[in-house]
């Protein structure tokens, strides 16, 4: 089996289904392989305590296009193709892994009075809304990447109280699941301390 899935997203039609896409990409990476290894990400916890807030602080889902919206591991080529990497996956959709890191970190710091997802019946004083710009294996410059958009949204008013673009790079190879995850999971614990230190 090869290493990389091609996903060929330029040719997807503009109004094929998210549910569609996401049955086509999966079967796309079936070839009668061995189950692809499965990865986590973590929530850095070792950074100390940030300073305090008594905000109530709720985190909504980040963001994202299609393309990394899903439990595989992104690689781009330096023509910005994008294609799977074989036999590594993650244990949940990226974006809904990020969140519950990001709500976690902010934890880990004692950073704030209180911090939850969107459901969980607390009133908050402002919004933490994230898109996901990037989270690949960049082959081009051999690290991995990861971009994330933060936006603090007054949830009484509904504007944007302050706004900024987290972005952390890695040395890595495309050629080992392993090593590939390892490398997005370290970038995005560099992203999510930046989130952390600057959200107070």
């Given at each position: 089996m090869s290493m990389f899935v091609s996903m060929r997203f330029r040719a997807t039609p503009a109004r094929l289904a998210p549910a569609a896409l996401s049955a086509m990409l999966l079967l796309s990476g079936c070839g009668g392989g061995a189950t692809p290894t499965t990865f986590d990400l973590s929530a850095p916890s070792d950074f100390g305590r940030v300073g305090g807030s008594r905000a109530a602080l709720v985190i909504a889902e980040p963001t994202t296009v299609q393309a990394l919206d899903s439990d595989r591991i992104i690689v781009r080529d330096s023509t910005g193709a994008l294609s799977f990497l074989g036999g590594a996956q993650?244990?949940?959709r990226v974006p809904k892994l990020v969140q519950t890191r990001l709500v976690q970190t902010f934890e880990n710091a004692s950073r704030i009075a209180s911090v939850s997802r969107p459901g969980d019946r607390i009133t908050p004083d402002v919004q933490l809304i994230t898109d996901i710009r990037r989270f690949t294996i960049?082959?081009?410059s051999g690290a991995a990447v990861v971009e994330i958009t933060a936006k603090l949204v007054g949830d009484r008013n509904g504007q944007v109280q302050r706004a900024r673009i987290f972005t952390a790079s890695v040395p890595?190879?495309?050629g080992d699941g392993?090593?590939?995850a390892q490398?997005?999971?370290?970038a995005l614990s560099q992203v999510?301390?930046?989130i952390v230190r600057w959200a107070r």
């Open positions: 993650w244990s949940d960049e082959t081009a890595a190879s495309a392993a090593a590939a490398a997005l999971d370290r999510l301390i930046q």
